[in-house]
C-alpha cells in the first residue's frame, strides 16, 4: 500500500548492510539423530514438467497488509503458471510455530513452508531430514548473485546439523525487518510534543512516558499473548547495555558468552519497572499482537515498540499520523536494534514437485514481481535488488532512513531466541514471570543463560 505519493528515494547503501538476522519465534525441539541432507541430484527452474499439480504453501508472517500481499503474489504465480493450483495455507504465527515440526514430518506435508532461522525451527527440521538442500536451486536461479551474503549465510547449515552460517542453504527470505518503535504524532501532540525528533535519547523518550502517563495514555502498547512480542521490547533494553557484537557471540553460541552479566540486569531490570511503572498497558499479557496493533491503531498508546513488520497496517490504521523511530540512543549515544531478515521459505524434502516449489520461491522472494510486492506491503525486499528500489510512503521511506542510520553505527544485532530449540519458548515464559512479578530480573537472567548452558554441553 503506497500513500501520499511523494519524490522517490532509492535503498541504495542500507540493503547491501544488512546484518545477520531473522525474526523471533516460538521454538519446537526434535529428538532425531542428524541425518543426511536431502539433495535433488536434477533441478530444473519451472514448473512445466509436472502438468496439473497442486502445489501447498504455508505462510505465517504477521500483519495483514503483508499475508493480503502475499496473497496477490499467489494469484500472479497461478496465473503464469496456469496448470499449478496453490494451496495456501496461512497461519498466525504462534500456531504455526507450535505446529511446524510436526506438520512437516507428517506423510503430506506442504510442499513450501515457511518457517525460521535458528534452532528452534529450521535447524530442528534440518537435522531431523525435513527439508531440502537448497544449493542446487540457488546455482540455478542465481541466488548467491541476487541476494546479499548475509540473507544466505544465516540461512544455512552444517550437513550434520550442529553449525549454524555454513554449510547448505535451507530457506530463502523475502524481506528485511526490524524492531523499532512506532508513534502517533496527534497522540505526541496531545501530550504537548510536537516534534519526536527530541525524543531520540533515553533520557527524553522516559520523560515522554511519563508525559503520556500523566496524561491518562498507555504510552507503550504491548500484546504479549502469544509470548514472543515481550521479548522483542527486552532485546531493545539490552542494546541500551550491552554491545551488539557482545549479544551476537551469546546468539551464536561463542564459548565463554553470558546473559548473565550486569548488563543483561540493568536490562531485565528496565523491562520489570516499565511494567511497574505503567509504561505498558496493564493487560499486555493478555493482549494478543493484533489486537495491540489494532488499539495502538485506534489511537489507545503513544508507542508500540515491535517489528517493521507492522508498518504496513499501522500505516493503514494511522495515515498521515504514523511515524517510526530506532529506539532511542542509550549513555554510549549510539543507536541499538535487533532484527535482520523476514521469515524464510523453505522446501519439503517430501516434496513431489521441488522445481515449482523452488519456482515459487524465487516468485515470491528474488523475481521482479517480489521487489515490489515487498514495498506494497510496507517493507524492503531482501535482494541486492532492493538496495536500488525507489519508494513513495513516507512512512516506509522513514523505517528505511532510520535502518540505514542503524546500521551505520554498527548497532544491528540478530534475534536472541537463536541459540537454543528451546530458547524462544523457554525465554517467552519466563519473560511473562518476568512482567508479572513472578521471578526476578536476576533469576530471570540465571534462567535464559542455564538453558543457553545446558545446550552448550550438548555441543560439546
Known amino acids: 500500500m503506497l500513500r501520499n505519493h511523494r519524490p522517490s528515494v532509492a535503498l541504495a547503501g542500507t540493503a547491501l548492510a544488512f546484518a545477520v538476522g531473522a525474526t523471533g519465534c516460538a521454538g519446537v525441539t526434535t529428538t532425531s539423530q542428524p541425518t543426511a541432507a536431502a539433495t535433488p541430484a536434477q533441478v530444473g527452474t519451472s514448473c512445466d514438467k509436472y502438468g496439473k499439480i497442486k502445489l501447498t504453501v504455508g505462510m505465517s508472517e504477521a500483519g495483514e497488509a503483508i499475508a493480503n500481499g502475499f496473497k496477490d503474489q499467489v494469484k500472479s504465480f497461478q496465473a503464469a503458471n496456469p496448470d499449478v493450483t496453490i494451496d495456501l495455507q496461512i497461519k498466525d504465527w504462534a500456531s504455526s510455530a507450535s505446529t511446524i515440526k510436526l506438520v512437516m514430518s507428517g506423510n503430506n506435508p506442504p510442499d513450501v513452508m515457511q518457517g525460521n532461522s535458528g534452532w528452534a525451527i529450521n535447524g530442528a527440521l534440518w537435522k531431523a531430514g525435513l527439508l531440502l538442500n537448497l544449493d542446487p536451486y540457488a546455482q540455478a536461479f542465481g541466488w548467491n548473485e541476487k541476494f546479499p551474503e548475509s540473507a544466505l549465510t544465516v540461512n544455512k547449515f552444517s ?6 552460517g555454513e ?65 522483542h521490547n527486552l532485546s531493545l533494553f539490552n542494546g541500551w547495555y550491552v554491545a551488539p557484537e557482545a549479544i551476537n557471540n551469546w546468539v551464536y ?139 513513495d510512503d513516507p512512512l516506509l521511506k522513514q523505517m528505511v532512513d532510520e535502518y540505514g542510520r542503524l546500521t551505520t553505527e554498527n548497532g544491528l544485532f540478530t534475534w536472541e531466541d537463536w541459540p537454543t530449540p528451546t530458547m524462544l519458548t523457554f525465554q517467552g515464559s519466563e519473560a511473562q514471570r518476568l512482567l508479572s512479578g513472578a521471578t526476578s530480573p536476576k533469576e530471570y537472567n540465571q534462567a535464559v543463560q542455564k538453558n543457553w548452558d545446558d545446550y552448550m554441553k550438548t555441543r560439546s
Open 253 to 391: 553460541n561463542k564459548a565463554g558468552s553470558t546473559y548473565d552479566d550486569e548488563g543483561h540486569l540493568k536490562a531485565s531490570t528496565d523491562m520489570r519497572t516499565w511494567m511497574e511503572k505503567g509504561y505498558f498497558n496493564s493487560d499486555a499479557l493478555a493482549t494478543s499482537f493484533t489486537d495491540a496493533t489494532n488499539r495502538f491503531g485506534k489511537g489507545e498508546a503513544a508507542f508500540f515498540i515491535t517489528g517493521s513488520w507492522a508498518l504496513g497496517d499501522i500505516g493503514k490504521a494511522l495515515g498521515d499520523d504514523a511515524g517510526f523511530m530506532l529506539f532511542p540512543a542509550g549513555d554510549t549515544g549510539k543507536h541499538a536494534a535487533v532484527g535482520g531478515y523476514s521469515l524464510p521459505f523453505s522446501i519439503s524434502a517430501k516434496s513431489k514437485y521441488p522445481d515449482c516449489a523452488a519456482a515459487f520461491i524465487d516468485y515470491v522472494t528474488a523475481g521482479e514481481e517480489a521487489v515490489a510486492a515487498q514495498i506494497a506491503a510496507g517493507r524492503p525486499s531482501a535482494t541486492k535488488a532492493g538496495a536500488q528500489a525507489k519508494i
Open 167 to 231: 554449510g547448505n542453504l535451507v530457506a530463502l527470505p523475502p524481506a528485511i525487518q526490524y524492531v523499532g518503535v512506532f508513534y502517533n504524532k496527534a497522540v505526541l501532540k496531545k501530550i504537548g510534543i510536537t516534534d519526536p525528533a527530541t525524543l531520540d535519547d533515553k533520557t527524553a523518550f522516559l520523560q515522554a512516558l511519563d508525559k503520556a502517563k500523566a496524561a491518562g495514555v498507555t504510552p507503550v502498547m504491548l500484546g504479549d499473548s502469544e509470548k514472543w512480542p515481550a521479548l
Open 159 to 164: 550437513p550434520d546439523g550442529k553449525e549454524l
